[in-house]
């Protein structure tokens, strides 16, 4: 059973810089996907933040482009994101995910105040 256990969240001012990790267990097998969601307050949907296959390559939403870097370790399968020039329409739940299987992380939250 893979489990996913992020880490790194908190509160920061506008214009901060935040670095989260998101730590795997159990075996994980060939080619995958892992990625960053995102569900601000009040909204049910999460969104897309940045994925990053195991063969390095990356994709972001445009909100964060420029901003936000996906990097993984593949040895120890971890994915970090690091988050700079935070702004308040950042915050949110920030959730670690994992394709295939489509596991999710528990979530760990980020809040930016302006």
């Known amino acids: 059973q893979v489990q996913l256990v992020e880490s790194g969240g908190g509160l920061v001012q506008a214009g901060g810089s935040l670095r989260l990790s998101c730590a795997t267990s159990g075996k994980i097998f060939g080619a995958n996907i892992m990625g960053w969601y995102r569900q601000a307050p009040g909204k049910q949907q999460r969104d897309l933040v940045a994925?990053?296959?195991?063969?390095?390559?990356?994709n972001y939403a445009d909100s964060v482009k420029g901003r936000f870097t996906i990097s993984r370790d593949n040895a120890k399968n971890t994915v970090f994101l690091q988050m700079n020039s935070l702004k308040p329409e950042d915050t949110a739940v920030y959730y670690c995910?994992?394709?295939?299987?489509?596991?999710w992380g528990q979530g760990t939250q980020v809040t930016v105040s302006s």
């Open positions: 995910t994992l394709t295939p299987g489509n596991y």
């Open positions: 994925t990053i296959t195991s063969g390095g390559s990356t």
